[in-house]
Nanobody, 127 residues
């Protein structure tokens, strides 16, 4: 099991940018795909983006495609989510989790497949 810590959230104006980090505590997750998820106020958790273990393959939800970029630095045991052109509807708590399927592919990850989540990091976009 990999313990993950999300950070980098904050308050920004619409059109601004933030970079979120997902860092593994202890064991490396260099052999795992990683996904970002978010939960807006009063709504369920939804998939945002994922990256394969090598970083070669990525996948994005339609709502963030063209604005967000997922990347990773396995040497630092960290996955990032660069968020540009932020909109008020991006306001949510952002979480990350691992995909342990034995394939270097960026899968669409379902929030319902996970029993546990970290604390997440709050992103608030004002208009």
């Amino acid at each position: 099991q990999v313990q993950l810590v999300e950070s980098g959230g904050g308050l920004v104006q619409a059109g601004g940018s933030l970079r979120l980090s997902c860092a593994a505590s202890g064991r490396t997750f260099s052999r795992y795909g990683v996904g970002w998820f978010r939960q807006a106020p009063g709504k369920g958790r939804e998939f945002v983006a994922s990256i394969s273990w090598s970083g070669v393959n990525t996948r994005y939800a339609d709502s963030v495609k063209g604005r967000f970029t997922i990347s990773r630095d396995n040497a630092k045991n960290t996955v990032y989510l660069q968020m540009n052109s932020l909109k008020p509807e991006d306001t949510a708590v952002y979480y990350c989790n691992t995909d342990r399927r034995n394939s270097d592919f960026a899968f669409w990850m379902s929030p319902g497949d996970y029993d546990s989540w970290g604390q997440g990091t709050q992103v608030t976009v004002s208009s």
